[in-house]
T-cell receptor, first 112, second 115 residues
Framework: AQSVTQLGSHVSVSEGALVLLRCNYS??????LFWYVQYPNQGLQLLLK??????LVKGINGFEAEFKKSETSFHLTKPSAHMSDAAEYFC??????????FGDGTTLTVKP | NAGVTQTPKFRVLKTGQSMTLLCAQD?????MYWYRQDPGMGLRLIHY???????AKGEVPDGYNVSRLKKQNFLLGLESAAPSQTSVYFC??????????????FGDGTRLSIL
């Protein structure tokens, strides 16, 4: 079985500040890891994914995440927040068809 | 590109009524999924399908049924709606992924209220 923990249900940053959203996972087999973003009244959109090719993964909109096996973490970062980054972010772990687990989500607020 | 389209977008039902949510994808994906999203609980898998004519139970299947008669469509049915089924329902699809490496593509959701 696998699980995902997103630390902090709400994160608030100032425009231009560093964004750090935390995700820890557990899995009995090597997992694939994803970050998705959800804007109001929309579905989830893929930000980036880790599939074992490289530990530092770059995604869309300037986001990136680093896979750290020793810490079982896959934290999402962006050097400089923009107002348009305000949304809910979900970390997900997948080990097979029908075997994806999503975190509870982190709502990012960006203050002007 | 339409991607994943869910119908309807909103619906209000009375307890005990039945309804069907429709999901259609135009990406020729083999796998399709139904999730429910409740505040603070992320997404929970209801049922999924790995191909036309096949379905399987997810984490929270009770009270729901599904059918996948055509590859591009995945239907979610509520036979006798209950207030606990008030939620936002998302359909997703992906390429074949026995190891889980393929990301999922989501529709915009159906907001369902059961009174």
């Amino acid at each position: 079985a696998q699980s995902v923990t997103q630390l902090g249900s709400h994160v608030s940053v100032s425009e231009g500040a560093l964004v750090l959203l935390r995700c820890n996972y557990s899995s009995s087999v090597p997992p694939y890891l994803f970050w998705y973003v959800q804007y109001p009244n929309q579905g989830l959109q893929l930000l980036l994914k880790y599939t074992s090719a490289a530990t530092l993964v770059k995604g869309i909109n300037g986001f990136e995440a680093e896979f750290k096996k020793s810490e079982t973490s896959f934290h999402l970062t962006k050097p400089s927040a923009h107002m348009s980054d305000a949304a809910e972010y979900f970390c997900a772990v997948s080990v097979g068809a029908g075997k994806s687990t999503f975190g509870d989500g982190t709502t990012l607020t960006v203050k002007p | 590109n339409a991607g994943v389209t869910q119908t309807p977008k909103f619906r209000v039902l009375k307890t005990g009524q039945s309804m069907t949510l429709l999901c259609a994808q135009d990406m020729n994906h083999e796998y399709m999924y139904w999730y429910r999203q409740d505040p603070g609980m992320g997404l929970r898998l209801i049922h999924y399908s790995v191909g036309e004519g096949t379905t399987a139970k997810g984490e929270v299947p009770d009270g729901y049924n599904v059918s996948r008669l055509k590859k591009q469509n995945f239907l979610l049915g509520l036979e006798s709606a209950a207030p606990s089924q008030t939620s936002v329902y998302f359909c997703a699809s992906s390429y074949s992924t026995t190891d889980g490496r393929q990301p999922q593509h989501f529709g915009d959701g159906t907001r369902l209220s059961i009174l």
